[in-house]
């Protein structure tokens, strides 16, 4: 089985995060870089980041939803309940936990 690197996560709870999103679509997926925590503020911030793999047969699959992760994180919503702008990648207002479908 050949790997991929669909991409680079900025710190391991976004990369396990995303790790479950795509594995909830049936692709497996394999971290690499985790390790070099214990190396923080040794190594430049670029080597730190923890990547996602997956099987070159599914990368296509894989970054569709990663494409579609990035993308509702570069948008905002507002919330209803207590009007706090929240980033598009919350489900659920980080100020009053009011659930993002109770409110579109």
Not at 33 to 56: C, K, N, Q, Y
Not at 76 to 91: K, P, T
Request: with cysteine; net charge negative.
């Amino acid at each position: 089985m050949s790997l991929v690197q669909v991409y680079s996560a900025s710190n391991s709870l976004e990369a396990h995060s995303l790790k479950g999103m795509l594995e909830s679509e049936g692709i497996e997926v394999i971290l690499k870089g985790e390790s070099l925590s214990s190396a923080t503020g040794e190594l430049p911030a670029d080597v730190m980041a923890v990547t996602l793999w997956v099987a070159s047969e599914r990368e296509a699959v894989a970054r569709k939803a990663l494409d579609t992760y990035e993308a509702q994180s570069s948008t905002v919503w507002l919330c209803g309940a207590c009007q706090e702008e929240n980033g598009g990648n919350f489900e659920i207002c980080w100020q009053c936990g009011t659930p993002r479908a109770e409110i579109e």
